[in-house]
Protein backbone atom coordinates (compact mmCIF):
# COMPACT_ATOMS: atom_id res chain seq x y z
CA UNK A 1 0.00 0.00 0.00
CA UNK A 2 1.07 3.76 -0.75
CA UNK A 3 -0.08 6.78 1.09
CA UNK A 4 -0.68 8.71 -2.32
CA UNK A 5 -3.18 5.50 -3.32
CA UNK A 6 -6.96 5.68 -2.15
CA UNK A 7 -7.74 1.37 -1.44
CA UNK A 8 -11.13 0.01 0.24
CA UNK A 9 -10.36 -2.75 2.37
CA UNK A 10 -13.60 -5.04 2.81
CA UNK A 11 -13.82 -6.18 6.46
CA UNK A 12 -14.59 -9.65 6.98
CA UNK A 13 -16.25 -9.16 10.27
CA UNK A 14 -19.32 -8.50 8.32
CA UNK A 15 -19.19 -10.89 5.66
CA UNK A 16 -21.25 -14.52 5.78
CA UNK A 17 -18.65 -16.87 7.88
CA UNK A 18 -20.48 -20.18 6.48
CA UNK A 19 -18.89 -19.51 3.29
CA UNK A 20 -15.83 -17.72 4.24
CA UNK A 21 -13.78 -18.91 1.12
CA UNK A 22 -16.80 -17.72 -1.46
CA UNK A 23 -16.80 -14.24 0.31
CA UNK A 24 -13.55 -13.94 -0.12
CA UNK A 25 -13.79 -14.86 -3.84
CA UNK A 26 -16.52 -12.55 -3.74
CA UNK A 27 -14.22 -9.39 -2.78
CA UNK A 28 -11.76 -10.12 -4.97
CA UNK A 29 -13.45 -10.80 -8.17
CA UNK A 30 -14.55 -7.57 -8.00
CA UNK A 31 -11.11 -5.92 -7.84
CA UNK A 32 -10.12 -5.59 -4.03
CA UNK A 33 -6.39 -5.76 -3.22
CA UNK A 34 -6.67 -5.19 0.06
CA UNK A 35 -8.23 -7.51 2.53
CA UNK A 36 -9.18 -6.34 6.24
CA UNK A 37 -9.34 -9.32 9.07
CA UNK A 38 -10.94 -7.96 12.19
CA UNK A 39 -9.05 -10.09 15.63
CA UNK A 40 -10.95 -9.32 18.93
CA UNK A 41 -10.03 -11.00 22.20
CA UNK A 42 -12.75 -10.27 23.72
CA UNK A 43 -10.68 -8.46 26.93
CA UNK A 44 -9.50 -5.20 24.68
CA UNK A 45 -12.60 -5.13 23.50
CA UNK A 46 -16.35 -6.39 24.22
CA UNK A 47 -16.24 -8.84 21.53
CA UNK A 48 -14.78 -12.47 20.41
CA UNK A 49 -14.30 -12.91 16.56
CA UNK A 50 -11.25 -14.86 15.04
CA UNK A 51 -7.51 -15.39 15.60
CA UNK A 52 -4.94 -16.76 13.06
CA UNK A 53 -6.35 -20.26 11.90
CA UNK A 54 -9.08 -17.49 10.38
CA UNK A 55 -6.23 -15.45 8.98
CA UNK A 56 -4.38 -19.05 7.58
CA UNK A 57 -7.92 -19.91 6.22
CA UNK A 58 -8.18 -16.76 4.32
CA UNK A 59 -4.15 -16.56 3.50
CA UNK A 60 -4.91 -20.12 1.78
CA UNK A 61 -7.92 -18.77 -0.46
CA UNK A 62 -6.37 -15.76 -1.69
CA UNK A 63 -3.39 -13.35 -3.41
CA UNK A 64 -4.74 -10.67 -1.93
CA UNK A 65 -2.69 -8.34 0.55
CA UNK A 66 -4.66 -9.71 4.18
CA UNK A 67 -4.37 -6.17 6.60
CA UNK A 68 -5.15 -7.68 10.14
CA UNK A 69 -6.52 -5.55 12.95
CA UNK A 70 -5.15 -6.99 16.61
CA UNK A 71 -7.98 -5.97 18.93
CA UNK A 72 -6.06 -7.92 21.75
CA UNK A 73 -4.49 -7.34 24.62
CA UNK A 74 -0.81 -8.17 24.61
CA UNK A 75 -0.18 -8.58 20.52
CA UNK A 76 3.89 -9.54 21.07
CA UNK A 77 2.78 -13.11 22.84
CA UNK A 78 0.38 -13.56 19.59
CA UNK A 79 2.23 -11.82 17.10
CA UNK A 80 4.32 -15.19 15.92
CA UNK A 81 0.99 -17.05 14.78
CA UNK A 82 -0.47 -13.92 12.78
CA UNK A 83 3.05 -13.41 10.89
CA UNK A 84 3.01 -16.85 10.50
CA UNK A 85 -0.54 -17.45 9.29
CA UNK A 86 0.06 -14.79 6.30
CA UNK A 87 -0.68 -11.51 7.38
CA UNK A 88 0.70 -8.70 5.01
CA UNK A 89 0.00 -5.45 7.43
CA UNK A 90 -0.49 -5.93 11.29
CA UNK A 91 -2.25 -3.48 13.36
CA UNK A 92 -1.25 -3.35 16.85
CA UNK A 93 -3.21 -0.62 19.39
CA UNK A 94 -1.31 1.65 21.53
CA UNK A 95 -3.95 1.01 24.27
CA UNK A 96 -3.49 -2.72 24.57
CA UNK A 97 -1.47 -4.59 27.26
CA UNK A 98 2.45 -5.17 26.17
CA UNK A 99 4.71 -8.11 27.82
CA UNK A 100 7.17 -6.03 26.00
CA UNK A 101 6.59 -2.87 24.07
CA UNK A 102 5.07 -1.21 21.33
CA UNK A 103 8.21 0.16 19.56
CA UNK A 104 9.39 -3.65 20.07
CA UNK A 105 6.78 -5.31 18.40
CA UNK A 106 6.23 -2.61 15.89
CA UNK A 107 9.94 -3.20 15.09
CA UNK A 108 9.45 -7.48 15.53
CA UNK A 109 6.81 -6.62 12.00
CA UNK A 110 9.23 -4.94 10.32
CA UNK A 111 11.88 -7.52 10.87
CA UNK A 112 9.19 -10.00 9.83
CA UNK A 113 9.50 -8.16 6.53
CA UNK A 114 5.84 -7.11 6.71
CA UNK A 115 4.31 -3.89 7.25
CA UNK A 116 3.37 -2.21 10.43
CA UNK A 117 0.36 -0.51 11.60
CA UNK A 118 -1.08 1.84 14.63
CA UNK A 119 -4.08 2.26 15.49
CA UNK A 120 -5.81 4.68 17.91
CA UNK A 121 -8.70 4.37 19.66
CA UNK A 122 -11.39 7.25 19.24
CA UNK A 123 -10.69 8.83 22.74
CA UNK A 124 -6.61 8.85 22.17
CA UNK A 125 -4.99 11.74 20.79
CA UNK A 126 -2.82 11.50 17.92
CA UNK A 127 0.01 12.58 20.04
CA UNK A 128 -0.28 9.21 21.25
CA UNK A 129 1.39 8.47 17.99
CA UNK A 130 4.04 10.31 17.64
CA UNK A 131 6.44 8.14 19.43
CA UNK A 132 6.32 5.57 16.86
CA UNK A 133 5.67 7.62 13.78
CA UNK A 134 9.18 6.42 11.88
CA UNK A 135 8.13 2.85 13.00
CA UNK A 136 5.05 2.39 11.03
CA UNK A 137 3.70 1.91 7.63
CA UNK A 138 -0.03 2.54 8.29
CA UNK A 139 -1.86 4.77 11.52
CA UNK A 140 -4.88 3.62 11.98
CA UNK A 141 -7.63 6.16 13.09
CA UNK A 142 -10.83 4.28 14.75
CA UNK A 143 -13.65 5.96 13.77
CA UNK A 144 -15.99 4.08 15.71
CA UNK A 145 -15.03 2.40 19.22
CA UNK A 146 -13.80 -0.86 18.23
CA UNK A 147 -15.27 -4.28 19.00
CA UNK A 148 -18.65 -3.75 16.04
CA UNK A 149 -19.19 -3.66 12.83
CA UNK A 150 -22.56 -1.41 11.81
CA UNK A 151 -21.82 1.42 14.23
CA UNK A 152 -22.38 5.17 12.88
CA UNK A 153 -18.94 7.26 11.85
CA UNK A 154 -17.86 9.39 15.35
CA UNK A 155 -16.98 12.20 12.30
CA UNK A 156 -16.43 15.33 15.31
CA UNK A 157 -14.71 13.23 17.55
CA UNK A 158 -12.20 11.64 14.72
CA UNK A 159 -11.99 14.14 11.86
CA UNK A 160 -9.34 16.55 13.46
CA UNK A 161 -7.47 13.74 14.66
CA UNK A 162 -6.75 12.20 11.07
CA UNK A 163 -6.15 16.30 10.45
CA UNK A 164 -3.64 16.42 12.39
CA UNK A 165 -2.10 13.16 11.60
CA UNK A 166 -1.85 13.94 7.89
CA UNK A 167 -0.22 17.02 8.47
CA UNK A 168 2.20 15.75 10.84
CA UNK A 169 3.41 13.25 8.47
CA UNK A 170 3.68 15.52 5.75
CA UNK A 171 5.66 18.03 7.66
CA UNK A 172 7.92 15.52 8.48
CA UNK A 173 8.65 13.79 5.12
CA UNK A 174 7.08 10.60 6.50
CA UNK A 175 5.17 8.06 4.19
CA UNK A 176 2.28 6.39 6.42
CA UNK A 177 -1.03 5.62 4.99
CA UNK A 178 -4.27 7.14 6.95
CA UNK A 179 -6.91 4.11 7.46
CA UNK A 180 -10.34 5.03 8.66
CA UNK A 181 -11.99 2.10 10.23
CA UNK A 182 -16.02 2.54 11.35
CA UNK A 183 -18.99 3.51 9.74
CA UNK A 184 -17.64 4.03 6.25
CA UNK A 185 -20.17 4.78 3.40
CA UNK A 186 -20.02 6.78 0.52
CA UNK A 187 -21.34 9.22 2.23
CA UNK A 188 -18.72 9.68 5.23
CA UNK A 189 -15.70 7.83 2.79
CA UNK A 190 -15.38 11.39 1.12
CA UNK A 191 -15.16 12.98 4.65
CA UNK A 192 -11.95 11.07 5.83
CA UNK A 193 -11.19 11.48 2.29
CA UNK A 194 -11.19 15.29 2.43
CA UNK A 195 -9.15 15.03 6.31
CA UNK A 196 -6.04 12.72 4.73
CA UNK A 197 -7.60 9.11 4.72
CA UNK A 198 -5.98 6.82 1.90
CA UNK A 199 -7.14 3.57 3.23
CA UNK A 200 -10.99 3.07 3.77
CA UNK A 201 -12.05 0.09 5.45
CA UNK A 202 -15.82 -1.06 4.50
CA UNK A 203 -17.76 -3.77 6.37
CA UNK A 204 -20.99 -3.21 6.12
CA UNK A 205 -21.41 -1.03 2.86
CA UNK A 206 -19.31 -3.90 1.31
CA UNK A 207 -20.68 -7.11 2.84
CA UNK A 208 -23.89 -5.80 3.35
CA UNK A 209 -24.55 -5.52 -0.03
CA UNK A 210 -25.93 -8.12 -2.33
CA UNK A 211 -24.00 -6.60 -5.45
CA UNK A 212 -20.69 -6.15 -4.22
CA UNK A 213 -19.82 -4.90 -7.56
CA UNK A 214 -21.82 -1.88 -7.36
CA UNK A 215 -20.54 -1.78 -3.71
CA UNK A 216 -17.28 -1.48 -4.46
CA UNK A 217 -17.64 0.62 -7.49
CA UNK A 218 -19.22 3.44 -5.80
CA UNK A 219 -17.02 2.73 -2.46
CA UNK A 220 -14.04 3.45 -5.17
CA UNK A 221 -15.60 6.67 -7.39
CA UNK A 222 -16.29 8.30 -4.18
CA UNK A 223 -12.61 8.44 -2.58
CA UNK A 224 -11.26 8.82 -6.15
O1 LIG B 1 -12.44 -2.87 13.56
C1 LIG B 1 -13.65 -2.83 13.34
C2 LIG B 1 -14.66 -2.78 14.44
O2 LIG B 1 -14.00 -2.80 15.64
C3 LIG B 1 -14.09 -2.75 11.92
O3 LIG B 1 -13.11 -3.18 11.02
C4 LIG B 1 -15.49 -3.14 11.53
O4 LIG B 1 -15.53 -4.38 10.93
C5 LIG B 1 -16.04 -2.10 10.57
O5 LIG B 1 -17.35 -2.40 10.26
P1 LIG B 1 -18.35 -1.32 9.60
O6 LIG B 1 -18.45 -0.16 10.57
O7 LIG B 1 -17.73 -0.91 8.30
O8 LIG B 1 -19.63 -2.08 9.46
FE1 LIG C 1 -11.02 -3.18 11.90
Same mark, same amino acid.
Given at each position: ???????????? +? #???????????????????????????? =?? !?????? !????????????????? %????? *?????????? !?????????? *????????????????????????????????????? #? *???????? +??????????? =????????????????????? %???????????????? *?????? #???? =?????????????????????? =???????
Amino acid at each position: MTHTTPYILPSL +L #AADWSKVAAEVKRAEDVGVEVLHLDVMD =GA !FVDNIS !FGPQMVQTVRKCTSMYL %DVHLM *IHRPDHYLER !FLQAGADNIT *IHVEARYDTSVVETLRRIRAAGKHAGLALHPDTPFEA #A *IPYAQEID +LLLIMTVVPGF =GGQPFMEKETMPKLAAARDYR %DAHGLKYNLEVDGGIY *IHTAPI #AKAH =GANAFVCGTSFYGREDTAAAMA =GLTQCVS
